[in-house]
């Protein structure tokens, strides 16, 4: 064990609290340790990340095979983070980054219809779909 191991930088009101007598069975030698190595991880970590490490977030919202797709900052930075890298959001309205918005976009069952009609089965075009080309 190095020397470093074994110290634990405190404010004082920390130490008063940790070394309390009523706290020893809460205040372990054990947790005290995982605490402190859990910090140096995540200083370690954080302090690692050079401009290289970065990934450029781009999201997506809208339908997908029917389905809602959005892709949230939460979602992406964890993502991301978990390749050793840190998400970086360029700048934008929303503070999102760049994003990719299918909403306005035909959906895809106009599309089926379109491209059914395209193969001579214009059964399949709708009243509603007819204004769109």
Known sequence: ????????????QQHMEIDAKVALDVFTVEWLRRVKQEHEDRVRHLTALGPERATTVVRMVGSVHGNAVE?????????????????LYLESYS????????????????????????????????AGDQGHR
């Open 71 to 87: 892709l949230s900052r939460e979602t992406a930075a964890n993502a991301v983070t978990a390749g050793r890298r840190f998400p």
């Open 1 to 12: 064990m190095r020397t470093s191991d074994n110290l634990m930088l405190l404010c004082a």
């Open 95 to 126: 503070r999102h980054g760049v994003e990719i918005d299918l909403r306005h976009i035909p959906g895809e069952q106009a599309a089926a219809a379109w491209d059914a009609c395209r193969r001579g089965q214009p059964s399949l075009l709708s």
